[in-house]
């Protein structure tokens, strides 16, 4: 996608903090951090939507959850950590490229 933020990152036009990268996704610093530790885990493959996800996408999501789980001891989240994945405006996706929101490293409150 041409003009998506995401997609220059993916592709080194745009630096990032990155934390982790294999040939399916990247995470990195979240530049507007709302918890001690907040990563953003975005798939190299632009789609937008849970519901845009055909079977190649649902496994790359599943994928994608997997390796946040196993690595997140090595981000320091062994305490615990939140997932959040928002879906359209109306629910804060600022990025039309989707992305999980890693949150962790303190105590979250119920949001």
């Not at 918890?35 to 649902?58: C, G, N």
């Not at 390796?67 to 320091?76: C, D, N």
Request: charged share 20%.
């Amino acid at each position: 996608m041409e003009n998506c933020i995401f997609c220059k990152i993916v592709a080194g036009e745009i630096p990032a903090a990155k934390v982790y990268e294999d040939g399916e996704m990247i995470i990195f610093k979240d530049i507007e951090p709302i918890a001690q530790i907040h990563l953003l885990a975005v798939p190299k493959e632009h789609f937008k939507l849970l519901s845009e996800m055909d079977a190649p996408r649902t496994a790359l999501v599943g994928c994608m959850l997997a390796k946040i789980a196993a690595f997140a001891p090595k981000l320091g989240l062994d305490g615990g950590y939140r997932l959040v994945i928002n879906q359209g405006e109306d629910a804060g996706q600022t990025v039309p490229h989707l992305h999980i929101h890693i949150l962790g490293g303190q105590k979250l409150g119920w949001a």
